[in-house]
């Protein structure tokens, strides 16, 4: 090996790089998307009006099967119009009481469904800090 002097430095030497005047990439929360109307903010947003059409569609569709269907079965079963309950028809009372309060019930379902869409929603664009 040879003893060659290396050269003295002249300087210091900054190295930059050609993006360093890029902005830092900052991430954004769904909020922020939503508000922005950002393509991830409308893919958040279609997907709650989704799941709110999904759950009005299925209660509309099973009271119009429920209410267009029990007229359609008193007609073609052959005694069941005779029935009575407690001196009452049975069609009457089914068609009278039942359909109520079968729209009762399904008028809740649909509320439960909906509110519990909207808070999934709220916790994904308004996140809890204080959870673990």
């Known amino acids: ?13 900054r190295i930059t790089s050609p993006l360093s005047t890029a902005p830092a990439h900052v ?4 909020g922020q998307e939503i508000d ?3 393509g991830v903010g409308e893919v958040y947003m279609q997907s709650l009006i989704r ?10 569709i099973t009271l119009l099967l429920t209410v ?12 069941l119009n005779d029935l009575r309950v407690l001196g009452i028809p049975l069609p009457w009372l089914v068609l009278g009481g039942g359909v109520h309060a079968g729209v009762i019930v399904l008028g809740w379902l649909y509320v439960r469904h909906v509110e519990r869409a ?13 959870r673990p």
Request: glycine content about 4%; proline content about 9%.
């Open 118 to 130: 909207e808070r999934l929603f709220t916790l994904l664009v308004e996140p809890d800090d204080t």
């Open 27 to 30: 991430r954004s929360t769904v």
């Open 68 to 79: 267009v269907s029990l007229p359609l079965v008193f007609s073609w079963v052959p005694g």
């Open 1 to 13: 090996m040879t003893d060659q002097a290396l050269p003295e430095p002249s300087g210091r030497v």
């Open 36 to 38: 922005e109307a950002t």
């Open 51 to 60: 799941s709110q059409l999904r759950a009005a569609m299925t209660v509309a």
